[in-house]
């Protein structure tokens, strides 16, 4: 069989790369990183000019499948990482067949849970990536996406103004249904649970979790996190004609939970006493629309809001409340932001994404006014900020890595070496 | 461990005028191995999600033991899906990773200690137990992850389609395992497939689906020798069964120009022709006299057998593709004309109109 390569956007360079040869054994001139941890498939981060891809061996069919899966995922607008494309009909040098190789592309700036507590983090980091996940399990169970291995290991993070947002990394057990049963979404709650529960158990064992956090408790919280957030996003009440204010104040609770209603529908009782109200439809990415819409930005949701905030300041600021909204947001944009974002010397620039490095100066102002008494001028900010924080910081950019070891059950016969 | 009970349950997806599983009736003993099989969309997944609770069950109840667990979430359910990927943590030892879900269920140590001997008894583990994962082979390592789910000791084990992304190799092996695994355990487990050969070597029952209706739930032996409907004749048994329709006369059924004798009172009733099925292993062959005259178009030798792929006209006028076994010494050449007759009472009949069988 020829070697076939599917992708929505070839890169020639695909050629280039070795794929006759099994990937555990690919020369590391290839390797963007080196492979840590072990994994359930052999993945392996690998440089293309201008670009990181990951490269996981995996069945054709689960590699096509789980191709499509990702496309439908991106082409629905959930959070995931991007595929690129499958590599099939791959003959090794003796002439056996090879697996099939599936194609992503990394999600710069994105952080692997491992990588997070390798580093010095606040004590309610492992908080934070829990309700990160549970924001993406809701929104993906809105879209009718039962995951099937909801895990850290399964998921990247990204930083959002100081919070966290989550993409889906494997979707390999999951299904696309018109609606999810209370049963599936309670089944993907439960895996994660136990999931979470044995990530940070392990992290526990192997001395990488803060002492304080308990694994059990903080893999518990995901039940509550997500239960609360759907029954939010879904759940229908019920309110005399007399508060027909509640229509709106629910949608406005919505929004500041960063998802816009689509639809909304309402019914009276029938003597018309009652109003009960349910949302039917809601998107996630309330603020980050109205950002992109008014400035181009295209950043987490969380950063948004920040960024929305700031900009709320500076009308206030300007006295321009009755100016356009959208010139307002130009003048932000070339007088606030991008004078930020722009002054980050290049060397620096892998730190941090710009609008989270906004997030860290904003953060920042507020720790240096307090310490002063008084209101710094941003200039001395930002000069204060990279003198001496931005450079302690490691490289976000690029953190590769591979981190759990997981495996499938019916591959119980498969003899392989001890210690991959 | 536990009896399940399907009790006329059915599933109707949003929006389908059918259900995808109809009025579903089995009784599944404690500790019995039951496999769900049919081709694809005949509703044994829908079943199997039935009994796991992730899909709702519109009319009628399923049991566990003595609970109807119709209405209750998966957790509750004391299910164990094996269908999901386990993880296994590089950090902590074997022990640990076998019975950390335990601990999460506010199980006390000792016993949590105990269950997980026992299971790495059964699962040949003993000596690993305080290994880190990295330190076992990759069978070491799958058995680990099943002893995740026996420490739990659910009271049934679910499994949908596990084999499938397999290589045929491997399939065989593991499918011997997952069953002996069964056997030691004596737990009870609903197992879905669509290979009707994995069906008929794994389970102690077999039950067939054909959109979304149950067709049979027997023992493998019981539906070789006695299916209960044409579909199920056909779909069990590989190569499958010779299925083609025969004119009744006096005193039994046409099969070429011999007359296979059938008791008179089982056709009574029946119309001018019936759907006779012979399996490839019960029809003799001779090159010349009576019975049924087939060309040999293909000669598929295996050694101490031989599969003969041919096909007859003498089936009410249609041409009908036919297969028989024979001694792998002597086959006949290809493009000879060879006749067949059943062997003595091995022979199906069925209502060419209903698909039921007769007698």
């Not at chain 1, 990394?169 to 993907?188: C, F, M, N, P, Y």
């Not at chain 1, 980050?288 to 905030?309: C, H, I, P, Y």
């Not at chain 2, 003595?66 to 590089?90: C, E, G, H, I, W």
């Not at chain 2, 299916?227 to 006096?250: H, Q």
């Amino acid at each position: 069989m020829a070697l076939e390569i599917t992708a929505a956007r070839p890169d020639p360079a695909l050629l280039d790369l070795p794929w006759s040869v099994p990937l555990e054994q690919w020369p590391e001139a290839n390797l963007a990183a080196l492979p840590r941890g072990l994994s359930r498939h052999v993945v392996r981060f690998v440089k293309l000019p201008g670009q990181v891809i990951a490269v996981k061996e995996i069945n054709p069919h689960l590699a096509v499948r789980e191709y499509n899966m990702l496309r439908l995922l991106q082409k629905i607008g959930q959070p995931c990482v991007q595929p690129f494309g499958v590599v099939n009909g791959r003959l090794g040098d003796d002439g056996e067949e090879l697996d099939a190789c599936l194609l992503t592309r990394h999600l710069r700036f994105s952080l692997p849970y491992r990588a997070l507590f390798s580093q010095s983090l606040r004590p309610d980091s492992a908080q934070r990536l829990i309700d990160a996940l549970a924001v993406l399990l809701v929104r993906l169970h809105l879209a009718g996406f039962w995951w099937g291995d909801v895990s850290l290991s399964n998921t990247l993070f990204r930083r959002d103004a100081g919070a966290y947002a989550a993409y889906l990394v494997d979707a390999e057990t999951g299904e696309i249904h018109t609606k999810l049963s209370v049963g599936q979404r309670e089944h993907d709650v439960d895996i994660a649970r136990v999931n979470i529960a044995g990530e940070l158990m392990d992290l526990a064992a192997g001395g990488l979790l803060a002492k304080a956090a308990d694994p059990i408790r903080v893999s518990e919280s995901i039940v509550d996190r997500y239960r609360s957030l759907w029954r939010e996003l879904t759940g229908s009440e019920r309110f005399g004609v007399g508060c027909r204010w509640r229509v709106d104040d629910r949608i406005r609770r919505l929004n500041e939970l960063g998802f816009d209603v689509d639809e909304l529908t309402i019914s009276t009782d029938f003597g018309g006493a009652t109003i009960q109200i349910q949302p039917k439809v809601v998107d996630a990415g309330h603020h980050s629309r109205r950002l992109m819409r008014l400035t181009g930005l295209d950043v987490e949701e969380n950063q948004a809001r920040r960024l929305l905030n700031d900009l709320d300041s500076f009308r206030a600021s300007q006295d321009r409340q009755n100016d356009d909204e959208s010139m307002v947001a130009h003048d932000w944009l070339t007088q606030i932001y991008e004078p930020v974002t722009r002054t980050v010397p290049r060397d620096l620039t892998k730190k941090l994404e710009p609008a989270e490095v906004f997030h860290e100066v904003l953060e920042h102002r507020w720790y240096m006014s307090e310490a002063a008494g008084q209101d710094i001028p941003i200039k001395e900010v930002i000069a204060d900020y990279l003198k001496n924080v931005l450079p302690g910081k490691p490289d976000e950019a690029a953190v590769l890595g591979v981190d759990t070891m997981a495996m499938r059950l019916p591959d119980f016969s498969k003899q392989e070496s001890p210690g991959r | 461990m536990a009896t399940v009970k399907f009790d006329n349950a059915s599933r109707t997806y949003p929006g389908n005028d059918t259900p995808s599983v109809d009025r579903l009736t089995i009784d599944i003993a404690d500790g019995e191995f039951l496999v769900l099989v049919g081709p694809s969309g005949c509703g044994k997944s829908t079943a199997l999600r039935m009994l796991a609770g992730l899909e709702e069950v519109n009319v009628g109840d399923i049991w566990i033991g003595d609970r109807n667990v119709t209405d209750m979430s998966p957790k509750d359910r004391d299910v164990a899906m094996v269908f999901q990927n386990y993880a296994l943590y590089p950090h902590m030892s074997v022990a640990d990773n076998m019975g950390f879900a335990l601990k999460i269920a506010g199980i006390n140590k000792a016993e949590i200690a105990k269950r997980v001997a026992d299971a790495a008894k059964i699962l040949d583990l003993q000596d690993y137990l305080e290994r880190k994962p990295k330190a076992l082979s990759g069978g070491q390592r799958q058995r680990v992850a099943m002893g995740r789910a026996i420490v739990r000791n659910p009271q049934v084990f679910l499994m949908d389609e596990p084999l499938s992304n397999l290589d045929a190799k491997l399939r065989v092996q593991t499918r011997t395992q997952i069953a002996s695994l069964q056997r030691r355990l004596g737990v009870t487990m609903v197992y879905v497939t669509h290979d009707q050969i994995e069906a008929m070597t794994m389970g102690d029952r077999v039950a067939v689906l054909k959109d979304g209706l149950l067709q049979q739930c027997d023992t493998p032996r019981r539906m070789y020798d006695h299916p209960d409907n044409v579909f199920v004749a056909g779909f069990i048994g590989s190569p499958a069964m010779n299925l083609f329709d025969v004119p009744v006369v006096d005193g039994g059924v046409k099969f070429g120009s011999i007359v296979h004798p059938i008791e008179r009172s089982l056709l009574t009733g029946v119309g001018k022709e019936v759907t006779l099925g012979v399996r490839p292993e019960d029809l003799v062959i001779k090159m010349e006299g009576d019975g049924l005259p087939v060309t040999v178009e293909v000669v598929e030798e295996l050694g101490a057998d031989a599969y003969i792929y041919g096909s007859t006209t003498e089936t009410a006028g249609k041409i009908k593709p036919i297969i028989v076994r024979v001694d792998g010494r002597t086959p006949p050449a290809k493009g000879t004309v060879v006749h067949l007759s059943p062997k003595g009472d091995h022979v199906h009949l069925f209502n060419n109109e209903t698909g039921l069988r007769i007698g």
